[in-house]
């Protein structure tokens, strides 16, 4: 097998592609890793990780990810710090294009092309962002409840969004703290009827509607930056006011990270990968007859040979273990898959 030839090659290096790195490595099956613009995925973004299984104390966000490739790498992973921009999954061998430009930008940087007899696709899904985090961007602003809600016990905090997402997450993190600001531009929430009842009845639940946050306030402590408030601006008068926080919670939205197989793979209308599992959910949309037509595995595409693990198919649980979970059983599909096909 050349340089360039691999038996399977996966597409991104959060906790899906190395946990599906580990068992194909496992599995002699030498997997090729690039691990595209965000090396480690989202939980690099994160400090403190407490719901990962095994770390009773904890764990950095960005030490975990590299605790999980170093694993990899032991059992015979290769991992390449190489963005994937273009793909072609018409016919086997399939063909990966990459450039190690750290932006993905395939006019500059060196740009190779790689052949596998099979990929699995774990790129992920990206937080929708204000634009506007600079130094706070994980260190005070925040895109998981779940992950983060537990840091900021005893102390106020602010969500921004309107969804049933924003609502969940708003309602979630009055567990931990005394006050909860939801903030959205408009004056009335999209979230459903019951979502917005339960809110509505939450003494804890404080509004800042008709509202977009201008700017992000904060302090030095050392070298340290500190998140202190934000600056709100009425989308009535763009009148502005002040509002103390010490976390702000974003919950407007994730983008799929599947533009490159558009018009290979099957996707949603948002741009999630459809796979057998995915499609358990009833409001997931597909075209139809798309179920029967798919190989018997549970992380298989449409495309044989092709499997999809991680939030790029994940419309709902969106956790770092889930989508290890899926990382085993994509690699664990592609492996059999393989075991049919002679290689």
């Known amino acids: 097998m050349s340089e360039a030839h691999s038996a399977v090659i996966i597409i991104g290096s959060g906790s899906a592609g190395l946990t599906a790195a580990l068992y194909a490595s496992r599995a002699n099956l030498a997997p090729l890793v690039f691990e595209g613009k965000e090396p480690g995925g989202q939980l690099t973004l994160t400090t403190s990780v407490d719901n990962f299984p095994g770390f009773p104390e904890g764990v950095e966000g960005p030490e975990l990810m590299e605790l999980m490739r170093k694993q990899a790498q032991r059992f015979g992973a290769v991992t390449k710090w190489e963005t994937v921009f273009e793909v072609d999954l018409s016919k086997r061998p399939f063909q990966v294009r990459t450039t190690d430009d750290p932006s993905g930008d395939p006019t500059s940087g060196d740009v190779r092309t790689y052949t596998a007899d099979s990929v699995i696709v774990a790129t992920g899904a990206s937080a929708r962002w204000l634009g506007l985090e600079g130094p706070y961007k994980g260190n005070g602003v925040t895109t998981c409840a779940t992950c983060d809600g537990a840091l900021y016990k005893g102390k106020e905090i602010a969500v921004v969004g309107g969804g049933d997402s924003a609502v ?176």
Not at 215 to 237: A, M, P, Q
Not at 239 to 254: E, T, V, Y
Request: glycine letters at 8%; proline letters at 3%; aromatic letters at 6%.
């Open 168 to 343: 969940e997450e708003a309602t979630f993190l009055t567990r931990f703290s005394p006050k909860v600001t939801l903030i959205h531009r408009r004056d009335d929430l999209r979230a459903s009827k019951i979502m917005q009842d339960r809110l509505e009845k939450n003494p804890k639940i404080e509004y800042a509607l008709n509202s977009v946050v201008e700017e992000i306030l904060g302090e030095k402590d050392g070298n340290l930056s500190v998140l202190k408030g934000v600056r709100l601006r009425s989308t009535k008068d763009d009148s502005k006011r002040d509002l103390a926080i010490s976390g702000l919670f974003l919950a407007i939205g994730h983008v799929p990270n599947s533009a490159i197989f558009k018009n290979q793979l099957a996707m949603t209308p948002e741009g999630y990968l459809l796979t057998r599992s995915a499609l358990a959910w009833k409001d997931v949309e597909a075209p139809a007859g798309l179920l029967d037509s798919l190989p018997n595995y549970g992380t298989a595409t449409n495309i044989e040979g092709v499997f999809a693990c991680g939030d790029v198919v994940d419309t709902h649980y969106r956790q770092a273990i889930t989508a290890a979970g899926s990382g085993c059983a994509a690699a664990m599909d592609c492996e059999k898959w393989l075991e049919t096909q002679g290689e």
